[in-house]
């Protein structure tokens, strides 16, 4: 059965770093396009990054020149360094494919505050 499991969340302060990681079970990995999505309080879910199974990597405005998306695929992960945190990017951060089409995991929640 698909599932995700992410971990590398936390509290950080403004400016700071983290990486989360995805690792990810089936067959389905290697052969997609993988995104990091983010729930912030009061907001819906929303993607911040994609990566394809090759490699080209996607955006949103808000944290593009800040996070970097990367995967292993001989792993099953999927990666995002995030730099120069802000406390907008406080949030509840996923995997999931692009576009979402397996069950959400737990998530795991990054917390921006001094």
């Known amino acids: 059965q698909a599932q995700f499991v992410e971990s590398g969340g936390g509290l950080v302060q403004p400016g700071g770093s983290l990486r989360l990681s995805c690792a990810a079970s089936?067959?389905?990995?290697?052969?997609?396009?993988m995104g990091w999505y983010r729930q912030g309080p009061g907001n819906q879910r929303e993607q911040v990054a994609r990566?394809?199974?090759?490699?080209?990597?996607n955006y949103v405005n808000s944290v593009r020149g800040r996070f970097t998306i990367s995967r292993d695929n001989a792993k099953n992960t999927v990666y995002l360094q995030m730099n120069s945190l802000r406390p907008e990017d406080t949030a509840v951060y996923y995997c999931?494919?692009?576009?979402?089409?397996?069950?959400w995991g737990q998530g795991t929640q990054v917390t921006v505050s001094s």
């Open positions: 999931n494919t692009h576009p979402a089409l397996i069950s």
């Open positions: 089936g067959t389905f990995f290697r052969l997609s396009a």
């Open positions: 990566i394809t199974s090759t490699g080209s990597t």
